[in-house]
Structures are given as structure tokens and as C-alpha cells.
């Protein structure tokens, strides 16, 4: 197993999000046990992990969608265990839940400054992070007027990305933003990824494609039926063998 | 016979124009909780006659005043069904909730019955009473208070909704309630907004009808099954569906009523909202079941 290294190239800066020894469970059915895991500003981290090992509900307990059974969540030097979800946007964690989530029947516009509602009275900022979230996807801009529901799934994801980072997110929790979309899709996603990262934003990225999300990732953990077994550079999770067989297929 | 026609088409719509109140009351609780909130004329019989008591008596307040607070009081009670009622029950069966209605609508009524007696009531008219003359058919000033106060607060309405970034919050909340309170929404705060905002608008539609029908404790059944069947027959669910659903219930009966027999009004609206219903299941202006999301 490879072990924690200090030659992060964010070793230095300063944490983020701290959680630690995290449970969750549905009714009497326990999901996570005992997760602890740390985020440094400026990083990507990838969380990998199978079908059903518990990657939805960890986003889901951090950012307040579902209650913690145990543990503690720090994030921005604040306690937000068990603050509702939308106090923790207010905080400056924005959730692109699993499956995109968009309001089907509202445009691609009103999704967006949805995304603001938290900080609707700073118009100026709004007004120029729309033009932001508008060059970054020229196709949200065309259909600007369209309903959400009748774009592609990648043009959805596209717009839940969008909506997040209208809520100025210190940290984007993003869920599988490649579930279900043509490979040539899924590579434009995780450029995508990669420059919001270059340009500064902190990320947590959850995924079943392993090897996508640790090329981009800085660091990696590796989620098991609700345990994080393993943590280390993503480039050593990438060539560490056990990962391989059981992630990546090779 | 022109005249008469006219004069029909006068009731119809005046009538016709509460039940589009009650309706969209109806409408906006469904779309933000998929509740059908059935203690609606409850809210509409509580704004009568609160404002009939508080400007009752030689020291009752002046009309206007006594109008404003009881929407206010309708209003909170709104509110506290919300958060007392529905809310805890987050999660139940539609039948629950209806249940849940139900029993705050009885329970309203009883509460009317204690405070307020078994009397019936009028109220003065805002205006006097010295009716238009238009041929043969004669427009009574409060029949244009309320066309007027409906139109005014249905155009209120649709402003709200699609105007501004509280009413799209609480469509988006009614569409999708984890991404709402991802957006940094208050959920359950949109949810008090929105049963506030229905209860104001039964409240009003309780307030301009009440010089014209006279009110007591339990005219809310009535109104409330008028304004359901009207929502229903516009396409629950859509609030431009619940106005014109409620117009046209109001001149099906007052056209019924004129032509054939005031003792079958209710009957021939009940049998035209079943025959709709025949034949478009999801109502006039309702998506199919399956666009629903
Ligand atoms: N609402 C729920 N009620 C009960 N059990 C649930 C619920 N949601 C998820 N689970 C269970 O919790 C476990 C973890 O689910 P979760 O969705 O977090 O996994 P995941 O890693 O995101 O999986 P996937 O890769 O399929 O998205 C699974 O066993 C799942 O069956
Ligand atoms: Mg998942």
C-alpha cells in the first residue's frame, strides 16, 4: 500500500475541509464508518471507489443533505456538521449532486442565477460570473432561453457545473460529472475540471472511473463498503498494484 | 335575451372569478408540496369573517383596516399549517396529507363556530351599491372590486413567479428539493412563503366576495369544493389552468343556472367537470402524466 507523501504541491497551504471519523447511515442500514479525510485549498481530490461504496452519501453528509450519525466536518475553520445544505452553500461548498439535478422545466438562464440565489444581492458579481460561466460553456449561452430538461446530458452536467460555481464555491463537490456520457463527452468534462482547478478552485471529485479522476486528481482516497482503506498521491494510486485490480482493470 | 345573456356572463364571472382565486390557492400549495390542501376555504371563510368582526360594532375598525389585518391573520394561520401540520408529516402518503387537510379544515371551522357563532353575515359594500346600467343588465360596483381584485392579484401572482428570484426559488423547490436547497435555498422557509401566500389569496378572494354572499363560519365547504373542482377541471397543477378552470365553472353555473334551473347549477358544473375529465383526464390545460417530472 502506498503511504501518505509529503511532495503534494499544496503541502503548504492550508486545510480546508477536515472531516473526521465520519459514520452515516440510512435508517438502520450504516453506509459510512469512521471516513476521515482532509482537503487543502487549491487541490483536486478524487474519491474512487465501487458501485454502491458509499461516494454519493459522503458528498451528501458533507454538504448537508443527509445527517451525520457521527464524526465532525470542518470546513472554512467552521464546524457545519449537521448544518443544513443550504447554510453550507452559504459557506461556500457547492454539491453537483449525482445525476446533474437541474430544474428540468426552468431555462438554462434562470438555473443559473438559481445557482446565485445565496449571493442574489451581489448583482455585479453575478452579472460577471454569468459571462464567466458563459465562455466557459459557449453552449449554455445559445440555448440560454431553452428549457433545462430538453439539453443533452452533457450540456446538463455542463449547466450543474455552471450553476455550482455561480454560488462562488470555496469547494466544488462534484458526483460522477461523467456518469453516462460519451467518452468524447466525458474527456471535455474532466478538461473542464482540470482548468477550474488550474484557475484556483478547490475540488472534491467522486467517481466510478477511477483512472479519469486519479489522472487529473492531485491526491486520491480510495473508498471500500464505506471505509476510506487507502489515501496517497493519485499517481501512486495509479501504478499501485491492488488499486489497479481492483479499480482501473489492468 | 341579449341583456339577460349579459347579465348571466356578470354573475358568471364574478363568481367565477373567486373560484379562480381558491383555485390558484389550490394550485400553489399543490406545486410547492404536492399537497391539495382542502382547509383552502377555510382560509377564504376565515378572511370574511375576521374583517366582518373587526369592523363590526360602533368601535369597529374602519374596513380597509380591518380587511388588512385579517389577511394578515389568515396568513399566519397559513403559515402554522405549514409548519405545524404539513410539514412534520414530510414524506407521508398523498392520503395522509389530504387527511391532514381535512382535519385542519374541520378544525378551522370549529374554531370559527366557537369565536364567531353560527350567524350569517354581510358586509357593506365598498363602494355603495348604485349599480351600472349596461342595457337591460345592471353591474353592481362590487362585482367590478372583484373582477378587478382578481385580475389584479392573478397578474400579481404570475409577476411573482416568473419575475422574480423568490418565486422561481419556490418553483425550483416544488421541482427538485435537494438541488433547491443545494442552490443555498430555505426549503422549508419557501414552503411557509408559498402556504402564506395561498392563504392571502383566499383570504382576499373571502374579503371581495362577501358583500355580495354573505358569510358565516362554514361557507368555506362550499367555496373550497367550487375552487378544488375548478383546479381540477383547469388542470391541477397549473396556475393559468386554475384561473380559467375557475372562470368557467363560475359561467357554466350562472348560464345554467339562467337558462335551465337555479336548483341544477351545482349539478350541470359537476357533470361538465366529469365529462372534462372524460375526456382530458389530466384537465383542460394539464400536461399529460407522463410530461410530469
Ligand atoms: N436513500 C437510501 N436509502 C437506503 N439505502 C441507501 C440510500 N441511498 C443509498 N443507499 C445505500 O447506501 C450504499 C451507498 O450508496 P451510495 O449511493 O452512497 O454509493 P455510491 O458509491 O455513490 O454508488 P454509485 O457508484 O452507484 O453512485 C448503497 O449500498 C446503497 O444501496
Ligand atoms: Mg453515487
Redesign the pocket.
Known sequence: MPSESLTSSHANSETLLTVANLSSR??P?E?LYDVSLEIKTGELVAIV?A????????LRTLSGLHRSQAGAITFADRDITNSSAHSTVHAGMCHVP?GRQVFAPLSVDDNLRLGAYALRKESQWVEAEMENVYSLFPILKEKYQQEAGTLSGGQQQMLAIGRALLGRPKLLLLD?PSMGLAPLLVEDIFRIIRELNAKGVTILLVE?NARMALAVADRGYVLETGRIITSAPAKELLNDEAVRKAYLGY | MFDQILQFLITGLTTGAIYALVALGFTIIYNASDVVNFAQGEFVMMGAMSTVFLAAGDNGLPTPLAATLSVVLVICVGIFLQRFAIAPARGASVVTTIIITIGASIFLRGLALVVWGKDIHGMTPFSGETPIHIGQATLLPQNIWVMGGTAVMVLAVHYFFHYTMQGKAILACSYNRDAASLMGINVGLMMMVAYGLSALLGAMAGILVAPISFTSYDAGVMLGLKGFSAAILGGMGNPMGAVVGGLLLGLIESLSAGLISSGYKDAIGFIILLLVLFIRPSGLMGKRSSDRV
Open positions: 440510512y435508517g442500514v453506509v471507489g458501485n454502491g461504496a458509499g461516494k454519493t452519501t459522503l449525482e460522477e466510478q
